[in-house]
C-alpha cells in the first residue's frame, strides 16, 4: 500500500501535467476544444443567404458583365501572373525549367522537422526516396507537353510519393505534401512521368504538382482539350458537390465534381437532366469523351450573373460543409471556398490566399498597429458586402455586412484561440461559418479584425 507522502507527490504531479495541458503552450497546440453550434455573437437568422441579402442595398446590381469579366481574367493572367492559361506553354519546355521546378518543390522542405503518420520524423532517407521517384535524370532537354483531362478527383501533391508529412507530430488534417485537388474535366498540361510509372507531373490552371497517374487521361490532340474547356454551351455546378451520372436515370454514379466545376452542355434529356460531356480513361490512358448526366438541382446552365446575391447564395451552399487543407477529404480549405464562389460567374481566381489578395479594386492595406476603427470604418464606408474579401495572413474571407454594428464575414475556417482559466485554448470550428471579426480577441495573435492586412472588392 502507498503511503500518504508518493500519494501527494503523484497527485501534484498529476495536476503539473494537466495544467500544462491546459496551458496553451507549444506541446499542446494540438489539444483542440469544439466550437459552439451557434458561434459568439451570431444568431440563427445569420446563417442563411437571406437575412444578409435583404440587409444589402443593391443585391441584385451588375458587378460585371460577362465581357468586363473576361477583362478582368485577362488581366489576373497576363498582368498580375497569379492564373496561368496552361496552352500557352511554350512547346517543346526547356528541360531546365523543368528541373527548377522541381528544385523549387524540394526546397520547401530542406532542414524542416516533418513527421510521418506514426509519429515517427521522417528520415533523410525517406525524402532520398522521393527524390529518386522525382526522376529528375530522365527529364530531356526539351520536353513536349501532353495534354489531357482529369478524369476523377485528383489530390495533387508537391512530390510523388502516398506517405503523408506533417509538420508535428498528429497533425493528421495537414498533409504537407498536399498543394491542391483538381476536379473531374480540369484540363492539365502533364511536363513529366516519375521513375515508377505511377506519378504525372503536371501544370494546370492553378498550380503545378503529382497526380496518380489513373486519374488523368491524355488526348491525342490539343484541340480536344482546349474545345472540352471553351465550349459555348456548358453547365457550372452551382451545389457543394455536383454528382456525375453515367445513365441517363441517374443510378450508375461516376463521381462529384465541387462548386465552380464546369462541363460542355450536350443536350437536356427529357426526364430533365442535363447531358453532359464527360473525360474518361481508355486501357491504355487515352482520353476519350463520354456522356454523363447531372441533375439540374445541382448545376447552372451558364455561368450565374455576377450579383452580390449570387455569390451570398453560392457561399451559404457551403455553409458548414468540412474544411479540408489543400482539398484533403473532397473539401475545401479559405482560398478554395473563395474560389469556387466565383467560378459560378466565371471569375477565375487563383488557388492560394496571398494570390487572391492581389485580385480586384485595392480598398485598404493595413500594418500590424492599425487601430481596428480605421478598419471597421472602411468597412462600413467603402466595403461592398457579397464581393469584398479581407485577407489575414494565410487566411482570406467573404464580407457579408453589418448587423447590430459588428462586421460579419463567411469563411472556411479552421477555429479561433480564446482565453482560458490556464491561459490560451484553441476553439476548433473546422467549416464554413459565419463569424463576426471579434474572434480571438485578447487571446494569441488577437482578433481576426486586428489581423487583417488587406480589403479588395471584386470589381
Known amino acids: 500500500m502507498q503511503s500518504p507522502t508518493i500519494n501527494s507527490v503523484f497527485r501534484i504531479l498529476l495536476l503539473l501535467a494537466l495544467l500544462s495541458c491546459l496551458s496553451g503552450c507549444t506541446t499542446s497546440e494540438l489539444l483542440h476544444y469544439s466550437a459552439p453550434s451557434l458561434l459568439p455573437h451570431t444568431e440563427r437568422e445569420m446563417k442563411t443567404a437571406g437575412f444578409w441579402i435583404s440587409r444589402h442595398p443593391d443585391p441584385d446590381r451588375i458587378i460585371l458583365t460577362p465581357q468586363e469579366i473576361v477583362r478582368f481574367n485577362e488581366r489576373l493572367e497576363k498582368e498580375l501572373a497569379v492564373t496561368r492559361d496552361i496552352f500557352a506553354l511554350p512547346s517543346p519546355l526547356p528541360g531546365d525549367e523543368i528541373r527548377s521546378m522541381m528544385k523549387e518543390d524540394l526546397k520547401l522542405f530542406e532542414g524542416r522537422r516533418l513527421y510521418l503518420k506514426s509519429g515517427k520524423r521522417a528520415s533523410p532517407s525517406h ?145 430533365g437532366a442535363a447531358c453532359v460531356s464527360v473525360p474518361l480513361r481508355d486501357p491504355e490512358g487515352g482520353l476519350m469523351l463520354g456522356e454523363g448526366y447531372m441533375n439540374r438541382s445541382q448545376i447552372h446552365r451558364g455561368y450565374r450573373p455576377y450579383t452580390p446575391r449570387t455569390i451570398i447564395e453560392q457561399a451559404f451552399a457551403l455553409l458548414d460543409k468540412p474544411y479540408g487543407w489543400g482539398g484533403m477529404y473532397g473539401e475545401q480549405d479559405c482560398s478554395r471556398f473563395i474560389k469556387e464562389l466565383f467560378d459560378t460567374v466565371g471569375i477565375y481566381l487563383p488557388r492560394n490566399s496571398s494570390k487572391q489578395a492581389v485580385a480586384g479594386e485595392l480598398i485598404a492595406e493595413y500594418k500590424a498597429d492599425c487601430p481596428d476603427d480605421s478598419k471597421l470604418a472602411d468597412l462600413r464606408e467603402r466595403a461592398v458586402a457579397g464581393i469584398t474579401l479581407l485577407r489575414m495572413k494565410g487566411h482570406i474571407m467573404l464580407l457579408l455586412g453589418f448587423a447590430n454594428g459588428r462586421p460579419y464575414v463567411i469563411h472556411e475556417t479552421r477555429g479561433y484561440k480564446e482565453k482560458a482559466a490556464f491561459g490560451t485554448r484553441v476553439r476548433l470550428i473546422n467549416r464554413a461559418a459565419v463569424t463576426d471579426l471579434s474572434l480571438g480577441e485578447n487571446a494569441g495573435e488577437g482578433s481576426y479584425l486586428k489581423r487583417v492586412c488587406s480589403i479588395r472588392a471584386l470589381r
Do not use: C
Open 127 to 271: 525524402f532520398n526516396a522521393l527524390k529518386t521517384k522525382m526522376n529528375e535524370a530522365a527529364v530531356p532537354d526539351k520536353a513536349v507537353p501532353r495534354y489531357g483531362l482529369i478524369v476523377r478527383y485528383a489530390g495533387q501533391r508537391v512530390l510523388p510519393g502516398d506517405d503523408a508529412l506533417y509538420s508535428r507530430p498528429g497533425n493528421i488534417d495537414f498533409d504537407e505534401l498536399r498543394n491542391n485537388a483538381l476536379d473531374v474535366g480540369t484540363p492539365v498540361a502533364v511536363i513529366h512521368e516519375s521513375a515508377d510509372g505511377r506519378w504525372l507531373y503536371v501544370i494546370d490552371p492553378m498550380h503545378r504538382g503529382w497526380i496518380k497517374k489513373e486519374t488523368a487521361a491524355i488526348a491525342e490532340k490539343i484541340e480536344t482539350v482546349r474545345a472540352f474547356r471553351d465550349s459555348a454551351e456548358f453547365v457550372v455546378v452551382t451545389a457543394a458537390k455536383g454528382d456525375l451520372y453515367l445513365r441517363e436515370d441517374l443510378t450508375e454514379w461516376h463521381d462529384y465534381a465541387r462548386m465552380g466545376s464546369r462541363f460542355p452542355l450536350l443536350d437536356i434529356t427529357a426526364s
